[in-house]
């Protein structure tokens, strides 16, 4: 039974996360949302979200459907699928790390989510806009050089960078982190061009990663096909230029 | 050696939510910037943020440190210790269902936050009162009614609390998903009196859950101590009458 992702068709958004792990590991996964076969799109989607007959129901997608499970919130997604998919190490310790580093992430992607919309998420961008001039403002100049400094300062200390394999975020090889990390930075780029070139700059090991991930012969696969959606203004990461100062 | 909880001392803030599954599971530990004991304090605390011999140092507090671990991220310290607490049960699928719900109870606790500070955390809440009245509203006319609601439908799909035990959240005994969602109940309450009060009458499972939580012998026994700081303007649940309508 191959994996069932469900997400917004037509937009990356924090279902991303999920798919490039699903895709970096060669996994078989349906999505759902964005499938014209019987029994799949959104009304396969929208009877998780609002049938009562499911007992957990998720919050909000993107969420997981494999066999009986129904799992919601992208972080706990990913600590379910890591293992599963070869994504994380055996080690407890390192599967903690890595969950806290995707957590990290997702508040990355909260704060840039805030610059376009800090008002509420259920306006348009256009009744926020003066709102999100000075939120975006103070995103760049404070936020994002912070983040980034602490992600760089992490792959810094991992002492199995030092051997010339990494880098990576946790231990020696490959995890969903460095995965998602990669996202952020391309999100970031996408959205913040001016804004994300002068941060990576400053931060080459992160540059570094982001480059690596996008080399891996299935990630890059996937980004070069269609399933890999484009960033768009519907998304987490919108670039707007006014924005990016 | 008791478990420490590294937080800002002066606010339960995130933090609160750990302190809380500790004390109703009893368990030993020190609130190590609140500490004036030697090696405790504030510097014991910014060691782990500062020192670049930290290894896998946390973004932010509250972190927790058991022996050689240290673990940032709220959702994160609560998956490491839940289960040591005995606040989870034994099955995989309750466990990603109880880290579901911590990780909802985030996105309202984050939601809350941007109504006092939607353009940017690093201004005062005066710096931002226009663009908090809007976000507020919002928050209090869409986003709470709503995660009130699916709170309940979670309590009201649980055949384990059919049975007059509950009510709980995951299966039919207490988990670290109970107190969190109290804390959230307590939080609203305080920040926005009137609105939680209307929300609540809508959420009655949620409401017993808030009850019955706040009487668990622990649970109100920490609750009278002075262990328990009191809501403050200073925390994430804030009472600025004008943002509650």
Redesign the interface.
Known sequence: MPYELHYWPGIQGRGEFVRLALEAAGAPYLDVARSEAPGQGMAAMMHYLED?A??????ACPFLVDGP?V???T??IL??LAPRLGLVGRRE?DR??A??LQ??IA?VV?EVH?THH???G??YYEEQKP?AM??AE??RR?RLPR?LA?FE??LA???RNAMGRGPHLVGGRLSYADLSLFQLAEGLGYAFPRAAARALGKAPRVAALHARVAQLPRVAAYLASGRRLPFCEEGIFRRYPELDG
């Not at 499911?54 to 919050?59: A, D, L």
């Open positions: 009562e499911v007992p957990r129901p998720p919050f499970r799992i919601g919130q972080a706990a600590l379910y310790a903690l790390w969950h806290q957590l990290s508040d909260d805030n800090p008002i509420a259920s306006l709102e000075r939120s103070l995103f404070e983040f602490w300062a992490v200390r991992n002492p």
